[in-house]
């Protein structure tokens, strides 16, 4: 018996040895993962510092309202001098016309219509805007087409008489049925898409006189495919049915 408790007791300080130590180590663990360092909330430097030159969605600083440009910051066209009266008609020659003036105000451009200038505007144009409003500006783009609401037509009076300034605003802002386009199009290329919507306008409109003979003769081609494509077209229709 005695035996037995000496087996016990050295038993039991054992196993309190222990049961002390685990104690000890597993505190001392606890310890260091609760000091570990760390940030508080709101604490300086807890926060992710955002990139640089980002900006919040809808402040962008370059989305402002179409500007009210200064007419003697933009120059207009050199126009050619005119004829002296005394000056013999050419037979068959194209009367000179003279290039129409930038246009200077709310209903001005922030640079000089180029070449350039309208080709890019004309692809963004085709990318962003002719689905819906049409390769013509007419509003028979294909959605329009497809059930979707009509917009107006570039050509309607309201909207040839409306100036640069409202065009941008509506591609900023959106209008309607329209969303804003200030996602998908820079400001820039907002200008130069206005531009090219301006020679829409101007197209549909143009005087024969104003055009020179290599123009007509391409006009006169193109109104021929067109002649033929919807002459087959039709006969192909009465065919079938």
Not at 11 to 33: E, S
Not at 50 to 61: D, F, K, N
Not at 183 to 189: F, G, S
Request: proline share 8%; charged share 25%; hydrophobic share 35%.
């Amino acid at each position: 018996m005695s035996k037995s408790k000496s087996m016990s007791r050295v038993g039991k300080a054992l196993l309190a040895a222990l049961t002390t130590g685990l104690v000890v180590i597993g505190g001392g663990c606890r310890q260091d993962m609760h000091d570990n360092p760390r940030y508080e909330a709101y604490e300086e430097g807890s926060h992710r510092e955002l990139p640089e030159g980002t900006v919040a969605r809808g402040s962008l600083a370059m989305n402002p309202a179409a500007p009210k440009l200064d007419s003697a910051k933009v120059q207009p066209a050199a126009t050619p001098a005119a004829p002296t009266p005394a000056a013999p008609a050419v037979p068959g020659a194209t009367p000179a016309v003279a290039p129409p003036a930038t246009p200077t105000g709310e209903d001005g451009f922030p640079f000089k219509i180029t070449k350039q200038i309208l080709d890019r505007g004309q692809n963004r144009f085709n990318i962003s805007c002719l689905p819906c409003h049409g390769a013509l500006g007419d509003g028979n783009g294909m959605i329009a087409l497809r059930g979707i609401r009509k917009p107006p037509s570039y050509h309607d009076e309201r909207l040839r008489k409306a100036p640069t300034s409202y065009y941008y605003d509506v591609i900023t802002n959106g209008f309607g049925a329209m969303s804003n386009y200030a996602d998908q199009l820079t400001p820039e290329d907002r200008w130069k898409v206005i531009a090219y919507i301006r020679v829409l306008q101007m197209s549909q409109r143009a005087e024969g006189a104003v055009l020179t003979d290599e123009d007509r003769k391409r006009l006169d081609e193109a109104e021929k495919k067109a002649s033929e494509h919807g002459g087959g077209h039709q006969e192909g229709m009465s065919n079938h049915e």
